[in-house]
């Protein structure tokens, strides 16, 4: 039986707004049927603070510290809270919600397409799992998270190793497409990705930084091997396939649709009015 062939796109590094808009234009092109589903890959140059679709700048964000580190800043389209995007892997997925046996619910959703980062992670020779509720508190914190801050906690069917985070994903359903991207972790640095986030007090953003090694891990804390990103490419493309049934097929864009991106990015994601909106 032949498998279904995905379109496959290695960024590489890119400006925080590209990104977001390249990961929109995948969206929009695909539900007007010009593409077929797509896996993507991608860094940021310069690393970069992204935030959610619902968060409020002015009352999480300490914008002096983003400016301090020379980090870009960003508004993703999905939800979710922020994320410091410097030692890792960006992975999107955008297929549509009609895809065969695709859940309609956003939770089994996700765990059909992170079964991609499962495989990849177990690729890497990593033992990780899928973060469920197991109680009545666990499934009630989901609900209220308690920071700004993505790998504060992890949420239904994201990538846990050995109980803590390893993978931090977001979703978004637009035209009845699907796009959910994430983040990779190949390293943290604690202490730089809590000085981004306002605090009720010192004490708050303490508790925050004593915690995080408990909550969230990167690759490098979890294996003596140095894995590179052109490693965790492939580990995480073959994980896709494996879990999706998929075969991956390079996708090259057209002048007219780069400059559709182009498009988009300027009237949106490097434009204030979207970044900073209350």
């Known amino acids: 039986m032949s498998k279904t062939v995905w379109h496959f796109i290695n960024s590489g590094k890119c400006s925080p707004s590209y990104n977001m808009a390249l990961d929109e234009a995948l969206m929009e092109w ?12 991608y860094e940021w140059e310069p690393a970069t603070l992204s935030i959610g679709y619902f968060q409020r700048v002015e009352k999480e964000i300490d914008m002096a510290a983003v400016e301090a580190h020379q980090l870009g800043f960003v508004r993703r389209p999905t939800g979710g809270r922020g994320v410091l995007h410097e030692h890792e892997l960006t992975y999107s997925v955008i297929v549509t919600e009609e895809y065969p046996n695709m859940p309609e619910t956003v939770t089994e959703a996700y765990r059909v397409i992170s079964g991609g980062l499962l495989e990849g992670f177990r690729n890497l020779g990593l033992n990780a799992e899928f973060s469920v509720p197991e109680t009545k508190k666990q499934s009630d914190d989901l609900k209220r998270p308690k920071s700004a801050v993505c790998f504060d906690a992890p949420s239904w069917y994201e990538l ?32 730089k990705l809590v000085s981004l986030f306002k605090f009720d007090s010192e004490e708050s953003r303490k508790r925050m930084l004593e915690s995080l090694p408990n909550k969230a891990v990167a690759i490098d804390r979890l294996t003596d091997k140095e894995i590179s990103i052109d490693a965790c490419i492939d580990a995480f493309s073959k994980g896709f396939e494996k879990a999706l049934s998929i075969q991956l097929q390079p996708l ?23 970044t900073y909106r209350k």
């Open 30 to 41: 695909h539900s007007q049927g010009e593409i077929g589903p797509v896996l993507r890959f």
């Open 160 to 191: 846990v190793v050995e109980g803590k985070k390893v993978a931090g994903s977001a979703q978004t359903r637009q035209k009845g497409v699907i796009l959910q991207h994430g983040a990779i972790l190949l390293s943290l640095d604690e202490e």
């Open 252 to 274: 090259e864009l057209s002048i007219e649709q780069k400059q559709f991106v182009h498009e988009i990015e300027k009237k949106k994601y490097a434009n204030d009015e979207w």
